[in-house]
């Protein structure tokens, strides 16, 4: 899968691009095609932390209802669809990485790859953290709730779904740290403004938290909230770390430049005294 040249004519690169797009689909198709004769056993793993608050069946396996045969074939496609494009990411990204890489300058692309690596490992650990902490707490809440009304009956794609959408949200929350990250290595927002905007920035961190879990309740929400929290305070000691020269650099640049409007604000009050005079 060779990297091409940055200079090519425009149909050349339109060729180029359909070839690589043509690579990632024939790799989902093959990939999805060998995940669905697995779908059962994939479900079971998905379902595996919520698992006492399902029925069984006969096997001791979870058991969810499908209200007609399309939903259990639309949600077996479902999971072997995501299942094939983790199982795939390696080759789809390599694709998009050999189409764009040429066109990065050399001191872009060495920021590439580290780029890539952290946001794949903090993805994944936010998918692990929200299999083994959040699934099981927030299920039992939500299923609490039709206590004295009824019972839950667990439908086949709502439970898939919700599951797929927990993974994703909390896979995607926790890039977290790799923006707050290049905030500061950028100048886009200085490391002092981070610190001492602490309070805005944890309310905006709880309105992300409200945003980012599907169902809403206030017990994934104050999970997602303190994981975040942690995530950005972890972040922020690391980028103090790594970046101090940069910080140092930018606390004296910010500084200066407070001093210089305190210097404006306290001529511009003297020439108003003296009119008033």
Not at 208 to 218: F, L
């Amino acid at each position: 899968m060779p990297v091409g040249p940055a200079r090519m004519p425009l149909f050349d690169h339109l060729g180029e691009l359909r070839m690589r797009l043509v690579r990632i689909i024939a790799c989902l198709a093959i990939a999805v095609v060998v995940f669905y004769m697995a779908t059962p056993i994939m479900g079971q793993f998905l379902l595996l932390p919520i698992s006492e608050f399902l029925p069984t069946d006969a096997s001791g396996f979870a058991s969810l209802q499908a209200i007609d045969p399309f939903e259990a074939f639309s949600t077996r496609f479902k999971i072997s669809l995501w299942a094939s494009v983790v199982a795939c990411a390696p080759v789809i990204l390599w694709q998009i990485l050999a189409f764009f890489l040429p066109a990065l300058k050399p001191s872009e692309r060495k920021w590439f790859i580290p780029t890539f690596a952290a946001a794949v490992g903090l993805f994944i650990f936010g998918t692990i953290f929200c299999y083994l902490v959040i699934l099981n707490p927030a299920f039992q809440w939500l299923t609490d709730q039709a206590n004295g009304l009824g019972t839950v009956a667990p439908r086949m794609s709502s439970y898939i779904d919700m599951i797929i959408k927990f993974e994703l949200g909390f896979g995607f929350a926790f890039e977290l740290p790799l923006i707050v990250f290049y905030l500061v290595i950028f100048d886009v927002v200085p490391y002092k403004k981070l610190r001492g905007s602490w309070r805005t920035v944890y309310v905006v961190l709880m309105v992300v938290s409200a945003m980012a879990t599907p169902d809403a309740s206030p017990v994934t929400m104050l999970l997602m909230f303190a994981a975040l929290l942690v995530l950005y305070e972890g972040s922020l000691f690391i980028a103090r770390i790594v970046l101090r020269n940069r910080i140092k650099k930018q606390t004296e640049e910010l500084d200066a430049e407070e001093a210089e409007e305190r210097a404006e604000e306290l001529a511009l009050k003297k020439t108003k005294a003296k009119k008033a005079k």
